[in-house]
């Protein structure tokens, strides 16, 4: 009987020793040996057999084995689970130095960004930012603006039609008169907007585009209030060494008229590509509010004056981003849009 135990003994050991695996082969092993038909107990039940003397001898060892064989299980169960645990753990390692997957974000649209822009500018002088309608009436957009029926000025903004007397707004300037009607001086307004006219797509029109129209008026305002602040205008939105330059134009609406030209902030007036090689680029028309304007919305010549102003949005956008073609601003090829 003692070799029988020493037998199990070793043999359990051995087995356990070699066990690698899954803990259902360790809790078979446990069976084989200790369990109620294992080899253990089939040794301990044949202990009848044995004279008083050998009993406790025997019982004291197969007890030894007993405690033997559990030891090493624990132990061995111990090293299993440790085992399950360092795989568990390699297989859901993180590598936290890992560059991540960068989101990324949109943003607005150079041409919406160029129109925030101007309106930033205009608000920081104190101008109020208003919209007009884009359906107009021709009086707004014409007959209001000093432009009669016939008057030779429409035939350079070749209208859509709606009816006879409803048009799609040629120019932002009907806004002049919409708010002059709806509001006394002073008055200090901003309007962006959607402008039509019936031209082909090129390089440098578009049947729909957009101008940003600006208005003042109030007692003594005069063409050196116009300068000063169309300056500090240009100054915020080209670079603060920007100078300006007035040439005679005309505007049916304004007397006396200008056209507006920034020396070119990319070579400061020598003359390159952008500027064409004249140093100067033209940005917008401008000019006093003529009488005629100012009567027709009640607003009386002699005690008022005013200026207004009038700039394309895209023309703006175009020679600050050095954008050659307008229909690059209307495509939304991404990988034109992604460069701003
Ligand atoms: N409305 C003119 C245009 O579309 C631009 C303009 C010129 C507006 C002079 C003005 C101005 O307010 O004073 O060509």
Redesign the pocket.
């Known amino acids: 009987m003692k070799q029988m135990l020493e037998c199990i003994k070793q043999n359990a050991l051995e087995q356990l020793a070699s066990l690698s695996g899954e803990a259902s082969e360790l809790e078979a092993l446990k069976v084989r040996y200790l369990g109620k038909k294992g080899e253990l107990t089939a040794v301990l039940r044949g202990m009848g057999k044995l004279t008083p003397e050998e009993r406790p001898v025997i019982g004291q060892m197969a007890n030894e084995v007993r405690e033997i064989i559990e030891a090493a299980i624990e132990e061995k169960a111990a090293e299993l689970k440790e085992k399950a645990r360092a795989a568990k753990l390699a297989a859901e390692r993180l590598d936290v130095t890992m560059p991540a997957d960068m989101k990324e974000l949109g943003h607005r649209h150079p041409l919406a960004q160029v129109e925030r822009d101007l309106c930033d500018i205009f608000l920081s002088m104190g101008f109020d930012v208003v919209e007009g309608p884009e359906v107009e009436y021709d009086y707004y957009n014409f007959q209001a603006l000093n432009i009669p029926e016939n008057h030779p000025a429409r035939d350079t903004?070749d209208t859509f039609y709606i009816t006879e007397n409803i048009l799609l707004r040629?120019?932002?300037?009907p806004v002049?008169v919409r708010t002059m009607e709806q509001q006394r001086p002073p008055i200090r307004i901003v309007s962006p907007g959607r402008?039509y006219r019936s031209d082909a797509v090129d390089a440098t029109h578009s049947p729909v585009f957009h101008?940003l129209?600006?208005?003042v008026v109030d007692k003594g305002i005069t063409m050196g209030d116009l300068k000063g602040m169309l300056e500090t205008f240009a100054k915020n939105m080209f670079g603060s060494s920007t100078k300006l330059r007035f040439r005679p134009h005309h505007?049916p609406?304004?007397e006396p008229?200008a056209e507006v030209d920034v020396s070119c902030f990319v070579c400061g007036g020598e003359g390159c590509r952008l500027c064409k090689g004249e140093g100067w680029i033209e940005i917008?028309?401008?000019?006093m509010v003529h009488p005629n304007v100012l009567k027709g919305c009640n607003i009386d010549p002699d005690e008022y004056s005013g200026?207004?102003?009038?700039?394309g949005i895209e023309r703006i956008a175009m020679i600050k981003y050095g954008i050659d073609d307008m229909r690059l601003l209307y495509e939304n090829d991404m990988r034109f849009l992604s460069q701003f």
């Open positions: 903004q040629s120019q932002t300037s002049q402008v101008q129209e600006g208005l505007f609406f304004t008229s917008l028309g401008a000019g200026f207004a102003f009038g700039l």
